[in-house]
């Protein structure tokens, strides 16, 4: 993140307090400080006695008020070290800065985003809805849920079924001989069915979901102003504010996955890996109990 905050040297030139020449030397360096930065096209004289030409900089406040313009090689010069540290807590000063405006900003619209992530997780089909549909999958036929869970691993939902060579039609015997040829098996996998959005059944990724964005949105826009936070508190929530919009978006993606996986028809799909007829019928029952389950919470 870029700190600097770039003035020219025109606009501070007219305030009262600026001086074309100043001895920092003549301060304690502990209580210089810088106050805004600059970047000139042109050369421009240093405000140290000397008066080097230079380009970049910094304006530099004295204990009494009174500002002028050094150069960076002029500071390092002149100061040494103490100009290191005095860069250092000017620095700091702007983090902190930085900081507090984006927490502000975000308490600034707590109540958006308190709603945004309700809607998220209390709204109609969804994260609450989720959760739930998600425990139904433990219902599954044992054998389904398991080749379920493979799929979920590979991220592949096509459902095939192997066909002997035999049974295969002349198309498909002439591509398997291909295949044979190729060392493979004498049969081919025929696609049955594809069941989408795997990534939406996965409950882990909506419990991350949960802790790292409802909760905390909810805990820190309960906080009336930045000012009432502790430093190290302050600087996490200005951490998660960065990262706001892109957990907004992992969350909603995942919400569509769910939402998308969590259909009549993706499960009649589901349906196909069952081996018996009664594992087919077990595998809608779980889906009527889906269905039947309320949208969003009451009240």
Partial sequence: MNLEKLTPLSEMKLRPEFRDTLDLKLYPTNELKIIATYAEKDMIECGMPGHHLHKKGCFVETPDHLITNIGHMCAATHLGDDWVAIERRYRE???????????DAFLTHAVEHRNRVDDLWHGERGGWWLTRCQSQLRRLPSGVFDKLRSMMRSGDGTITQYI??????????????????RGGAGGLHRKLGQVVALEGAKQ????????????????????????????????????????????????????RDGQRFFTKENFAEIAKLADSWSGKVDVMKVWASIEAMPLKPSG
């Fill in 164 to 181: 002997p060579f035999y049974d295969l039609n002349e198309d498909e015997q002439e591509l398997a001989r291909l295949n044979m040829n």
């Fill in 204 to 255: 882990v990724r909506l419990l991350e979901v949960k802790g790292n964005l409802v909760d905390t949105v909810r805990r820190y826009s309960s906080v009336e102003s930045s000012h009432l936070m502790k430093n190290a508190e302050r600087r996490a929530c200005a951490r998660f504010v960065g990262s706001l919009g892109q957990e907004y978006g992992r969350a909603e993606r995942f919400l």
């Fill in 93 to 103: 000063r702007q983090r902190d800065l930085v900081t507090f405006e984006s927490v």
